[in-house]
């Protein structure tokens, strides 16, 4: 089982990127990479999750293992990573859809551990893994199973103002200085973003806003660095290295990556470092290229945890029911850790 972390630049700037793998009951950090454009984005998708039913979509040799593949050849050989913009919200007006009204005493946790539903020919469920017996492509070619968490809205509905999400990262996280930027279909990056989305959904990833754990299959999630982290890492307001001098950025994105580096392996999923992180630079531009590899891999690291543990150590930020919030969105976090 892999799992990919974009931290999608939403207008026009580079992406960080991140793939993680699931060894040996611990995970492993694969690749961190940049991206420029968005076909270069999905080209690198494609190298570590081939899609053998997209047109053109050549796989690496694959060896199949008990629960999941193994790619043995085509890995990528770049190592720098990614970016995401800062935007300025471009429209604060409330939605002038009908979006249900959330009760903002608790985030969107459901009642009970979701079943399964049956699948169709437009939304296929995830399915108990095969100890015997690995996936199969229809044109008979193994499918490596697969997580993508992507830190972008990647479902907008609304016209205008702000998502349900959007607001209950705000009553969640706003206290921590951990809300996030408002979306809807006026805003400059929505095209961008909902294409995004829409293009891992060809290639067999869909939104998952109810999961049950551990089992085979492919889903993408939106999820937010900054809650994730609160969390994960037990804070009381974010680590602030995005605005500053290059001096305060800098000693904020050591301390992220000291955090990433001393608590992550002793979490559950832990993710073993078998290679060093890129060290923190001097200079605003390189200092942003790493930046963006740390969001990418929080947002493979949340991927994997949604996975391994559903809702049960997971907050869903999203409207009542798994169906209504693959239409309003939704945000994946880490519940705090126990």
Known sequence: MRFLGIDLGWRSQPTGLCCLEWQDNTLRLLDLDRRDS????????????????????????????????????????????????????????????????????????????????????????????NSQQPRISSIGTPLISAGIAVDAPTLISNPTGMRLPDRLAHQYFGRYHAGCYPANLASPFAQRTLEFGLSLEQRGFFHAPEICPQQSGRFQIEVFPHPATI????????????????????????????????????????????????????????????????????????????????????????AETPELSKTTGYIVVPAPVP
């Open 38 to 129: 968005i076909a270069e984005v999905l080209a690198w998708v494609d190298t570590w999750v081939p899609s053998p039913s997209l047109p053109g979509t050549v796989p690496p040799s694959l060896s199949v293992s008990a629960d999941s593949l193994e790619i043995l050849s085509g890995e990528s050989s770049e190592a720098l990573a990614s970016s995401d913009a800062e935007l300025i919200p471009s429209d604060s007006k409330s939605s002038s859809i009908p979006i249900p009204s959330p009760d903002l005493s608790s985030p969107r946790l459901f009642s009970q551990q979701p079943s399964l539903e049956q699948p169709s020919s437009q939304q296929p469920s995830l399915e108990q893994p």
């Open 231 to 318: 969390h994960l890492f037990g804070l009381e307001r974010i680590i602030k290295y995005k605005k500053g001098r290059v001096a305060e950025r800098r000693a904020e994105l050591s301390r992220l990556r000291d955090l990433i580096l001393q608590v992550l392996p002793t979490l559950q999923p832990a993710l073993i470092f078998d290679q060093d992180l890129p060290a923190i630079p001097s200079t605003g531009e390189a200092l942003k290229a790493v930046e963006d590899q740390l969001d990418s891999l929080i947002c493979a690291y949340v991927a994997a945890h949604w996975w391994y543990w559903g809702l049960e150590r997971n907050w869903v930020l999203g």
